[in-house]
């Protein structure tokens, strides 16, 4: 059982205490046993209130059971499901008793619906009380209740934004939206309880959970004229469009069925959530992001058997770059010492300075406290000489990309730490092997690529060198984690995964505008594609440069396929950088439209060799090949870490499930069919399918299976 | 008795009020010399027993601003911390009372310093001000509230200015420059002796200038970070006698000498020093810049208060069983030229020495080994810092020049002279 039922003093307690795991989910078996309970409180006159608790450890109900929505195929199924659940939910907020749900850590999706069903919230202090409605994350929307009973509870604008955004908030947040009554200590909890029961049989608090939250002026025009709910409804679906350029429909579908049943009694407006849901539970892009949300998840638990992470408390930074004063702040707020080190004060000062700006707009925004923003700032300390880095945990270095220069660095560096210090690289795409010659101790070297812009972009790629030692990796996966980043394990080799896989796209991006094609029409057929940006809008925002850099070296490493095309050997040396330099493929002064000198003296747009179609599956189809060789050679052990990859370093479309979830749900018959013809048609061995690639297909078998 | 040894120090650059460092509190100044401090040195900031820091305007958002420092700087939240006020000696003050506390066993390691932004003193509200604002939250209807208000005048919203009055001794009425012209007329120091010291102070700092830089730690001050400041901006590059000459007397404008050109700049800073029991530093296996070896404060007239130092020099020579003539360095804060030159006088006199006993401890100073890089009248003088940064670059000297003893000494606000001797 893991679902008690007991009396105190005539009250009655639901305790969830699920069987051998660390959370409580509402599986259809505990919704069962849910059931009995409340069945049994029900038949208890007596009772004077019932409360529902967890006895898990900073966990009220974390969730449904994902695997039991990624098992829904048919709407009709989704639509049972829900109701099943909504008819228990009912029966809880129908009791006769006043209902208590003591919320003392996580209540998320089923588990806030489960809270909003009962007449009262009580949560706790606990800063790990989270609560929130996160179910657009899985392409699915709250179906238990929590459509209906959000807005009339704390207000429409509100309860839209927790919805379509999936965002929990925290108890001090939760009490000011009205989402919980009354906040309670931890420490003596069962006091406090008494007490709030006490409030509510005295008629302290009013009954009607709907009726409690006062709005006034604005707000409340907003939320009670008709006219004014009209107008939330449209501003949500022209917010939503904006963030996700429509390839989600879960949140349209949530704003639908939100418009729909806030006008509807319950059980109408339960029966459209219920239809909605089972909708949207069938979707392909559902169970994609479900595929998403396990292969990010098995990142973000990443561990290494039997070896304890070192705790970093100080970091060496060097470099005062883009990169490096990106990393500066990261590590300062995750509350990490740095001591960031170059070449004169004016490059440190230009890395001060943009973490500088972060905190300012952190503060401007409200997201930060400016005490704390002070205190997370003057962890950053800057110098010229290695002083200050014996005693460092880790040093991470971010000079520029160049071998000999890193090899100087490692070597310096290796003399001035000590022997417990991690060294790490942030390279893009260099051999960590090389620079880890340089050093004393091989086996402290590791590589750490952070993606720019380093507060934003999710995902880390951690590099492992044959030298690299298992403590090593396990300090830097600790540290990645601390930081909030999704972690990759990559064996050392040339471009990783992630540049590897991107530069053999971008470069055939520029194939394309060589035959004919325009900028703006490649990049259309990307960004249709759901790519936050299309190649050329990204190379500009990388640098031409860089990306021109990262092919030369990938040139080197891996062979003529990827050898930079002209056009931006062209571009680049004309100085059109990106836009840093004002110019690229694109203008950035003034108007923003493609650069014309990029192309006047290439071949008119009619001629192009390949419709979009076929531009499109090049492009791809290049990609899913670089990663069939990337797992060919071992330098990830699964596909998951290349989706994980792809998704959170370059933005690939999570609806698709990420590169190779999406290849296959092509097929790879296909996939291995199309890169043979157009090996044909374009006399290019770079379209020549990866032997991995062609065994997956001759065993029928996916990337994923 | 356990010596008492300096291990290392670090400073800001001074900058004079209102310039770089205006956007920095006093806690963010004495939090970079602190921290630099333990990552210069590579001291686990565990091993610190407890953060003592001086300051005198004691900003009303950091208060206790050494326990705010010592946090800022990541030293362990189990370490306690104190501040300290001496006036013009805080600083000192927080390096002696390290030196105590080691000395009673209390602990071993100690970081001690001084920091002062003057630029963020804050102006107060007139009294009457305060009580009609005060009134003004009290007041419940809007009519009340107008008829509250109704009761402003315009000599109402002046402003007193905090550094004034800090600079103002409430005993003798007389602002700081104000007993500095005592002084000058006392032992007759004329506006030209005067004049030419500051030249002086200003030449010596800018051949110090390279010097100096290695007891500062360079700043990237707030809000812009627009570039680092490495040096002090208070020595002025082609400075001539002419020009000082020209300046108008600001504290006695008719028959006074003393002007803000050979006074003492008006400044923001701050210095931090670790000092450990010489048998620490030797666990730690840090060598030490330097020794404590005696410490002498003294109480003089509050209006008379920059003889101090021809007092505590002596006293402090005898607390030491030493000799003028024994010491290779000095430095006398340059409150004000007048100030300094009427202590030389003092020293000098056999009539002075004799009237307060210390025969056989004065005598003539060569200005060859006083403040041999320049003083506060080019370097400034944030108040709580000074002690500490005397300490500071007296022994940078001393290590440069391989010296065996030097002394530094202070003038106090409020009638106080302060004196340390320092050895290798």
């Not at chain 1, 489960?114 to 609560?131: D, G, M, P, S």
């Amino acid at each position: 059982m893991s679902i008690t039922y007991h009396e105190n003093n005539n009250t009655g307690f639901i305790e969830f205490d699920q069987k051998d795991s660390k959370v409580n989910l509402l599986s259809a078996e505990i919704l069962k046993e849910l059931a009995a309970a409340l069945e049994e409180a029900r038949r208890k006159p007596h009772l004077k209130a019932l409360v529902i608790a967890s006895k898990k450890k900073d966990v009220f109900i974390a969730g449904a059971d994902i695997k039991e929505i990624e098992g829904i195929t048919q709407p009709e199924e989704g639509r049972q499901k829900a109701k099943a659940g909504q008819g228990i939910l009912n029966k809880l907020e129908d009791l006769p008793v006043p209902t208590i749900a003591v919320i003392d850590g996580v209540a998320l999706g089923g588990g806030c619906e489960l809270a909003l069903a009962c007449q009262y919230r009580l949560a706790t202090f606990n800063e790990k009380v989270r609560i929130g409605l996160p179910e657009v994350n899985l392409g699915i929307f709250p179906a238990f209740g929590g459509t209906y009973r959000l807005p009339r509870l704390i207000g429409l604008p509100e309860a839209m934004t927790m919805i379509l955004t999936g965002k929990p908030v925290d108890a001090k947040k939760a009490l000011r939206l009205g989402l919980v009554d009354r906040l309670a200590p931890q420490n003596g909890l069962d006091r406090s309880l008494n007490e709030f029961i006490e409030d509510i049989l005295k008629g302290r608090i009013i009954s009607n959970k709907y009726a409690r939250r006062k709005a006034r002026g604005l707000p409340a025009f907003l939320e009670t004229s008709f006219l004014g709910q009209w107008l939330i409804f449209r501003r949500s679906v022209q917010s939503v469009l904006k963030n996700t350029k429509g390839f989600y429909p879960a949140p349209l579908q949530a704003i639908a069925v939100i418009k729909k049943n806030f006008y509807l009694d319950r059980t109408k407006g339960l029966e459209a959530e219920a239809r909605g849901f089972g909708e949207l539970a069938t979707t392909a892009i559902s169970k994609n992001l479900i595929h998403v949300f396990y292969i990010s998840e098995q990142c973000r638990k990443l561990t290494v058997e039997g070896v304890s992470p070192a705790r970093i408390e100080k970091c060496g930074v060097l470099g005062a770059g883009v990169m490096g004063g990106g990393i500066a702040q990261l590590l300062s707020y995750s509350d990490i010492w740095v001591r960031l080190k170059d070449i004169n004060y004016d490059a440190l000062a230009l890395g001060v300075r943009s973490a500088a700006k972060l905190y300012r707009d952190a503060v401007k925004k409200r997201r930060m406290k400016p005490h704390e923003a002070v205190v997370k700032m003057d962890k950053i300390t800057t110098t010229l000489d290695y002083s200050g880095f014996t005693n460092a945990d880790i040093v991470i270095e971010a000079v520029v990309e160049n071998m000999e220069v890193k090899r100087k660095v490692f070597r310096e560096l290796s003399a001035a730490v000590g022997p417990q210090t991690i060294l790490a690289t942030n390279t893009s795409a260099l051999s960590v092997t090389e620079m880890a010659k340089e050093t004393k101790d091989p086996a402290k070297v590791i590589g750490l690529h952070f993606f720019n812009p380093v507060h934003k972009m999710p995902l880390v790629e951690i590099i492992t060198t044959a030298h690299t030692s298992k403590e090593t990796l396990a300090s830097t996966l600790t540290l990645v984690k601390r930081l909030g980043k999704t972690p990759i394990v990559v064996k050392d080799s040339c471009g990783f995964v992630v540049n590897r896989i991107l530069l053999g796209y971008i470069n055939e991006a520029g194939r394309l505008l060589e035959e004919g094609l325009s900028i703006v029409a490649v990049d259309k057929i990307m960004t249709d594609f759901g790519m936050p940006m299309g190649p050329f809008t990204l190379t500009d925002e990388v640098g031409l440069d860089v990306g021109s850099k990262v092919l030369h070296i990938l040139e080197k490493g891996l062979g003529e396929r990827f050898k930079p095309v002209d056009i931006f050997e062209k571009v680049c040396a004309r100085g059109f950088l990106g836009k840093k330099s004002g110019k690229g493929f694109y203008l950035y002064q003034g108007q923003h439209v493609p650069n014309p000198a990029v192309t006047a003296g290439t071949k008119p747009g009619d001629g192009a060799a390949s419709d979009n179609e076929e531009a499109l599956r090049r492009m791809l189809y290049l990609m899913i090949n670089e990663a069939a060789r990337c797992l060919e050679e071992g330098i990830v052990d699964a596909p998951g870490a290349i989706d994980v990859g792809m998704i959170f370093g370059t933005g690939f479309p999570a609806f698709h499930g990420g590169l190779l979830r999406y290849a296959d749900t092509i097929g790879l018959a296909p996939i291995v069919a199309e890169l043979n013809r157009l090996r044909d048609k374009f006399q290019a061995e770079r379209f020549r399918p990866a032997a991995y690639l062609m065994k997956l297909q001759d065993e029928k078998k996916k990337f994923y299976q | 008795m356990e010596r008492i040894a300096i291990i290392e120090g670090i400073r800001t650059p001074f900058c004079k009020m209102g310039t770089e460092f205006k956007d920095l509190d006093a806690q963010e100044l004495g939090r970079i010399a602190t921290r630099e401090l333990l990552e210069r040195t590579g001291i686990a900031p565990r091993q610190i027993d407890e953060v003592i820091f001086g300051n005198v305007s004691q900003p009303a958002d950091a208060a206790n601003i050494a326990r705010v420092i010592s946090l800022l700087s990541g030293i362990p939240k189990t370490v306690p911390a104190y501040t300290v006020h001496r006036n013009c000696a805080s600083g000192i003050e927080a390096a002696v009372q390290a030196a105590m506390k080691i000395q009673l066993e209390q602990g071993s390691c100690y970081i001690a310093g001084g920091t002062e932004s003057m630029s963020n003193i804050p102006f107060y509200l007139s009294k009457e001000l305060k009580e009609i604002l005060t009134n003004l939250s009290r007041a419940k209807t809007f009519p009340q509230k107008l008829q509250t208000l109704s009761q402003i005048r315009p000599a109402y919203l002046k402003p007193r200015v905090g550094l004034e009055m800090g600079l103002t001794d409430p005993v003798c009425g007389m602002i700081m420059g104000l007993t500095a012209e005592v002084l000058a007329k006392e032992f007759g120091i004329t506006r030209e002796e005067q004049d030419a010291f500051a030249l002086e102070s200003h030449l010596r700092a800018l051949r110090g200038k390279t010097l100096l830089r290695e007891e500062i730690v360079p700043v990237i001050p707030p809000p812009k970070y627009r570039s680092a400041v490495e040096h002090d901006n208070g020595p002025r590059e082609g400075q001539r006698l002419e020009a000082l000459a020209k300046l108008k007397p600001y504290f006695d404008r008719r028959s006074g000498t003393v002007t803000v050109g050979n006074s003492s700049q008006v400044t923001d800073g701050a210095a931090a020093l670790l000092i450990a029991s010489e048998q620490k530093a030797k666990e730690l296996n840090l060598k030490p810049l330097g020794f404590i070896k005696a410490y002498a404060f003294v109480g003089v007239e509050p209006h008379r208060m920059g003889i101090g130092p021809a007092h505590a020099i002596p006293q402090v020579l005898k607390k030491a069983g030493m000799r003028l003539q024994d010491i290779q360095a000095i430095e006398i804060n340059e409150a004000f030229a007048t100030q300094v030159l009427a202590c030389l006088k003092a020293l000098d006199s056999a009539a002075f020495a004799k009237e307060f006993g210390y025969e056989g401890y004065t005598g003539a100073i060569d200005r060859n080994i006083l403040n041999v890089n320049g003083g506060a009248i080019a370097l400034g003088h944030p108040v709580g810092t000074t002690g500490a940064r005397l300490i500071l670059t007296m022994l940078k000297h001393m290590n440069r020049h391989n010296l065996n003893t030097g002394l530094i000494s202070l003038c106090v606000g409020g009638g106080q002279g302060a004196a340390v001797i320092l050895e290798r």
